[in-house]
């Protein structure tokens, strides 16, 4: 498993806090958050000021690379684009920790947390944003790229686009099949545009995108099921993907879209930049697939759990004329709704190394807990079963010859988990919020040391029929 990266990832908003330090911007979701009353990340883990002793425990962990975002609003200060240097000061010193450490950083450029000086101009809603983003992306090649070798645009473009402007549970929280579009196609804009600026800049290294994959499956064989099934995985994947690797956006896909929707904003110079400009890597996050069956009755519904095991059962995704997710009844369930299906990553990385043929990382993949931190070290078994049955299908996978180059657990340490609070906890390390942000390993943490140690030997195996 030579040059293969172990690691854990976050966000900069859900682990940084210091929300109003070192000139940091507003983000759109302090702003939301602040308004709605929730809570949020203004603390989160206080990684901003305790990065030091994160990545020294991710090095006596046995991490070799450190997949973070780096935050917009603490780089750039305004409409006009002005670099803020202690944000760059922040993120460089972060940098050269992990590399004293010997840790590979794996930097994401915009992981949601969008300054509120754009969403007051409307956000991915308005083409302005894809210009800024070039300019924001161009700084941090310049100040990073001198260490940074990994690079992705965006993590999970479809989930951010379809939580703020379909399913409405994030900022700018609306509900609009229009908005939607424009903000998922303007955001593919912006990483391609993100992607010539790095090639055209000769910078070195490769630059990718990250989805939040989905496999889809569906509940029998018939062409009923087969049709739902390609709506699906356009919806669910096939628009991120294909667009950033292949340089073309689902024709059927926007043809069913262009009988309700305005596509306009599709300029043909747009598209030229699109497909001249795919990446060098797919970064898949991947925690559960999805079964879908043929569209039946019922309007355009999407629900997400965002409250646990009080809402258990709720989660729910119908798109009207297209396909209707299904929960197997068989199936296991975190408290969350997320289904509990290594072979489904197995089967995916197979489909997505046989179809785009780059490089794959699993750039995040975990499971959220409710734990008490108050003892001496969480046993988090659950967490170790979980973790050891996905590594075990990225193996198959890579086995059989799939270009898999490196595993990022979410998350190293426990951080602030969006609309779920500081409640849902997928870290390694525990934070105890009540007492001073202490770290503590989980038994998770060490697991996952011998793991890295061993090179994956470690693993419990298992084997899958064929798909």
Known sequence: MK????????????????????????????????????????????????????????????????????????????????????????????????LENGITPFVTIYHWDLPQYLE???????????????????????????????????????????????????????????????????????????????????????IGIVHSFA???????????????????NFLNNWILDTAAMGEI???????????????????????????????????????????????????????????SKAKGTSQTIIKGWFEQVRPESSRYTEWDTEIFPEGLYEGIRQVWKKYHLPVYITENGIGLYEDVTVDQVDDEERIQFMNMHINAILNAKEEGCDVRGYFAWSPFDLYSWKNGTEKRYGLVAVDYEDNLKRKPKKSYYWFKNVIETKGEAIKRETYGEV
């Not at 990065?51 to 991490?63: C, L, N, Q, T, V």
Request: charged letters at 25%; a negative charge.
């Open 3 to 98: 040059e293969f990266l172990w690691g854990g990832a976050t966000a900069s908003y859900q682990c940084e806090g210091g929300w109003n330090e070192g000139g940091r911007a507003e983000s759109m979701w302090d702003k939301y958050l602040h308004e709605e009353n929730l809570e949020n990340g203004d603390v989160a883990s206080d990684h901003y000021h305790r990065f030091k002793e994160d990545i020294k425990m991710m090095k006596e962990g046995g991490h070799t690379s450190y997949r973070f975002s780096l935050a917009w609003p603490r780089i750039i200060k305004n409409l006009e684009g002005e670099i803020n240097q202690e944000g760059i000061d922040f993120y460089n010193e972060m940098i050269d920790t992990c």
């Open 120 to 206: 007051e101009l409307g956000g991915w809603l308005n083409r302005r944003t894809c210009e800024a983003y070039m300019h924001y992306a161009k700084v941090c090649f310049d100040a990073f790229g001198d260490r940074v070798v990994h690079w992705s645009t965006f993590n999970e473009p479809r989930y951010c686009i379809f939580s703020g402007y379909l399913i409405g549970n994030y900022p700018p929280g609306h509900r609009d099949l229009q908005e939607t579009l424009t903000g998922s196609y303007y955001l593919m804009l912006a990483s391609a545009m993100a992607v010539k600026v790095f090639r055209e800049g000769g910078y070195k290294g490769q």
């Open 215 to 233: 496999p889809v499956y569906g509940v029998d064989g018939t062409v009923q099921t087969r049709i739902a099934m390609r709506f699906a995985d």
């Open 250 to 308: 689902p024709g059927d896909m926007l043809g069913e879209l262009s009988k309700t929707c305005d596509l306009s904003m599709m300029l043909p110079e747009d598209l030229e930049i699109i497909k001249h400009n795919t990446v060098d890597f797919l970064g898949l996050n991947y925690y559960a697939r999805a079964v879908v069956k043929p569209y039946e009755t019922g309007e355009t519904t999407l629900i997400v759990n965002n409250s646990g």
